[in-house]
């Protein structure tokens, strides 16, 4: 899939791919990460996607593990931006949507019954200010609806929002 990040410090549009990535090491908790993509990649119905810039291929700049719960729920089991892409100090914005973007896509070809197109996620921070305030932002820029106390779901037609703003699908 491709997409468009946009490198803070002089606002340019920096054109970016999201990819199943195939002899890439994922990011671990090594490499200053929060989670061990690689291990979560190994797991049963989940697929790893990258957001890496078309100048930089080598430097993953966001990770994305879809799952597909008992083998139709579509579900963004985990994301993350890589550590120099957070806070005010950042080199990409927009990372995060298009990773999030892609999720809404795959589950609009791969969600199965009444969970096509839908996308679900769990909001888990260690602190509940921390996850009050993340849920708000999933809320704002995304759409997203809380459904439960730490679930939240992006619904089809917030995710074709979603798609259309972050993403530049192939012909």
Same mark, same amino acid.
């Given at each position: ?9 002089s %606002?340019?549009?920096?054109? +970016?791919?999201?990819?199943q *990535? ?13 989670f061990?993509? #690689? ?18 291929p ?11 719960? #008992? ?11 890589? *550590? #120099? ?25 791969? %969600? ?23 849920m +708000? ?6 759409? +997203? ?13 917030? %995710?074709?929002?979603l ?9």
């Open positions: 899939m491709n997409a468009n990040v946009t490198c803070v410090s %606002g340019a549009s920096v054109a +970016a791919k999201i990819i *990535p195939d002899r890439v090491n994922l990011p671990s908790l090594n490499d200053g990460w929060r061990n993509f #690689h291990k979560h990649a190994r797991k049963k119905n989940c697929r790893a996607f990258v957001l890496v810039c078309e100048d930089t080598d430097v993953i700049e966001g990770c994305l593990i879809f799952e597909m719960r #008992h083998g139709v729920e579509p579900c963004m089991a985990f994301i993350e931006v890589v *550590p #120099h892409n957070r806070g005010k100090d950042r080199v990409y914005a927009d990372v995060a949507g298009c990773l999030i973007a892609a999720a809404c896509r795959v589950s609009q070809k791969c %969600g199965e019954g009444y969970h096509k197109g839908w996308l679900t996620f769990d909001v888990m921070e260690e602190r509940k200010e921390d996850e009050i305030k993340l +708000a932002i999933y809320c704002q820029r995304y759409g +997203a609806v809380r459904w439960g106390e730490k679930t939240m779901l992006i619904t089809p037609e917030n %995710g074709r929002i798609v259309d703003r972050y993403l530049t699908l192939e012909s």
